[in-house]
């Protein structure tokens, strides 16, 4: 701000000339980026690094499965399924999207509220799958696959 006061002289001529080198104007320009992406939930990288290291840290456990899935001759469970077998946990710095809108209540999920995976995959919130509940069932709202409450598993964007 103290700067402000050597505009109408030039800044060129003032003690703080030395904002002005490109070097700092560069720093300037991270330090914003970053800011500016953590504001807004993205991230400062590239999709495709990003999407790389994903794979880099996805891949170990991959091979590891495929090896016991291999010894344990049960290949067939991996190929017939658009999911894999286990969930890889890669971390808080690889979640992204964190707004979920339910299409059954309209309402944006919250961490009170997340959004819930049904057994046949569509996804409701915690608060639809309470009021779809009728006996310790719950039917979709989409297909006709039946399940218990307790099957739903939580959703992490």
Not at 6 to 15: A, D, M, R, T, V
Not at 17 to 43: K, N, Q
Not at 61 to 66: A, E, G, K, T
Not at 146 to 154: C, G, I, N, V
Request: overall charge neutral.
């Amino acid at each position: 701000m103290g700067s402000m006061l050597y505009l109408q002289q030039g800044i060129e001529n003032s003690p703080y000339s030395h904002l002005l080198a490109p070097i700092y104007w560069d720093e300037i320009c991270d330090v914003f980026t970053r800011d500016a992406c953590t504001l807004l939930g993205m991230s400062v990288e590239s999709p495709l690094s990003v999407s790389i290291r994903a794979g880099c840290l996805a891949l170990p456990p991959l091979l590891n499965i495929r090896q016991v899935m291999q010894q344990r001759q049960v290949s067939g469970v991996w190929s017939n399924k658009e999911e894999l077998p286990v969930e890889i946990d890669l971390g808080r710095e690889y979640r992204y999207h964190s707004i979920f809108a339910c299409p059954i209540l309209r309402q944006q999920s919250t961490e009170v509220n997340p959004p819930m995976r049904l057994i046949c995959g569509h996804v409701i919130s915690r608060d639809a799958l309470g009021k779809l509940s009728n006996n310790n069932k719950v039917k979709c709202p989409y297909c006709p696959v039946e399940q218990l409450p307790s099957d739903a598993k939580q959703v992490f964007f």
